[in-house]
T-cell receptor
Framework: GEEVAQTPKHLVRGEGQKAKLYCAPIKGHSYVFWYQQVLKNEFKFLISFQNENVFDETGMPKERFSAKCLPNSPCSLEIQATKLEDSAVYFC????WGPGLAGSEQFFGPGTRLTVL | TQLLEQSPQFLSIQEGENLTVYCNSSSVFSSLQWYRQEPGEGPVLLVT?????EVKKLKRLTFQFGDARKDSSLHITAAQPGDTGLYLCAGATSGTYKYIFGTGTRLKVLA
């Protein structure tokens, strides 16, 4: 597709429940990035992929967060045993080229708002 | 930890005024991008700068990358209500595989 698609738009979970978010990158884009936006300002990098390979996962709280980008499937971000502080908007972005290159541009999806009660 | 500090954090101005937003770091970036985000949407790229000292213009917006590639500024001339939004800078360093976002500047332009 021509746009990054994210589903669902909203997700409500009770504390301790699992949450799974999906992202379909723009066709032809090799790089996928997940971010967490809290307090409407701060963007926290979580993980990046080059095709199905993890590129950088230094932002992931690994004990509860996991992510995959498998061929011919939407990418996914899964949170096991959600906590109140996981409440945020999760954005996915895709780009044709990797970070740091002159022609690289991230295209963002509309985000998934996760509310943990 | 790489940090990108933006200032000011909030800005409320009248239509027609000029403003400058700053993005500062102690790290050197191979590229730096500016985004604008509107409520309920993802950020949209405004510009990418890659060369120290580079200046780029996008209509009433002027972007500058510092000579040492550690800082950047965004200047808006004659601001309009349509400029209202969250402005974010994001940097990438050589050899890393991620973008670091700035702390954000929330701009409100009053008619």
């Amino acid at each position: 597709g021509e746009e990054v698609a994210q589903t669902p738009k909203h997700l409500v979970r009770g504390e301790g429940q699992k949450a799974k978010l999906y992202c379909a990158p723009i066709k032809g884009h090799s790089y996928v990035f997940w971010y967490q936006q809290v307090l409407k300002n701060e963007f926290k990098f979580l993980i990046s992929f080059q095709n199905e390979n993890v590129f950088d996962e230094t932002g992931m709280p690994k004990e509860r967060f996991s992510a995959k980008c498998l061929p011919n499937s939407p990418c996914s971000l899964e949170i096991q045993a959600t906590k109140l502080e996981d409440s945020a908007v999760y954005f996915c972005a895709s780009s044709q080229w990797g970070p740091g290159l002159a022609g690289s541009e991230q295209f963002f999806g509309p985000g998934t708002r996760l509310t943990v009660l | 930890t790489q940090l990108l500090e933006q200032s000011p954090q909030f800005l409320s101005i009248q239509e027609g005024e000029n403003l400058t937003v700053y993005c500062n770091s102690s790290s050197v970036f191979s590229s730096l991008q500016w985004y604008r985000q509107e409520p309920g949407e993802g950020p949209v790229l405004l510009v990418t700068v890659v060369t120290g000292g580079e200046v780029k213009k996008l209509k009433r917006l002027t972007f500058q990358f510092g000579d040492a590639r550690k800082d950047s500024s965004l200047h808006i001339t004659a601001a309009q209500p349509g400029d209202t939004g969250l402005y974010l800078c994001a940097g990438a360093t050589s050899g890393t595989y991620k973008y670091i976002f700035g702390t954000g500047t929330r701009l409100k332009v009053l008619a």
